[in-house]
């Protein structure tokens, strides 16, 4: 089974139905997800001799954001969407 990639048309179809000021960040590691701070944009043209387009994060100590936020992280399927814990009765004085 051949993998679909998704190309520049299909990402500037997407990228069209958002904020043109929004900050772009890229999604990364589904297992530890964290957010990263996109600097670069490169095309060249890989072994096949396809061209590619790569979306690069920076190279500063501070392009990797922290924690991707659990929200994105769920509407990705990284994650499964969670509920706190029921509350459970407080425990008296007495131990009881």
């Known amino acids: 089974m051949?993998?679909?990639e998704m190309t520049v048309d299909d990402l500037m179809d997407l990228l069209s139905g958002c904020d043109g000021?929004?900050?772009?960040?890229?999604?990364m590691n589904p297992f530890f997800p964290m957010a990263?701070?996109?600097e670069q944009?490169?095309?060249?043209?890989?072994?096949?001799?396809?061209?590619?387009?790569?979306?690069?994060e920076g190279r500063d100590a501070d392009t990797q954001?922290?924690?991707?936020p659990p929200e994105v992280a769920v509407r990705l399927a990284w994650q499964s969407p969670t509920q706190p814990p029921p509350p459970r009765p407080r425990r008296t004085t007495g131990g009881k």
């Open 21 to 27: 000021s929004a900050p772009a960040r890229q999604a």
């Open 36 to 38: 990263h701070r996109l």
């Open 65 to 68: 954001l922290g924690h991707l």
């Open 41 to 56: 944009v490169v095309q060249c043209t890989d072994q096949t001799g396809q061209t590619v387009v790569y979306l690069a």
């Open 2 to 4: 051949e993998h679909k």
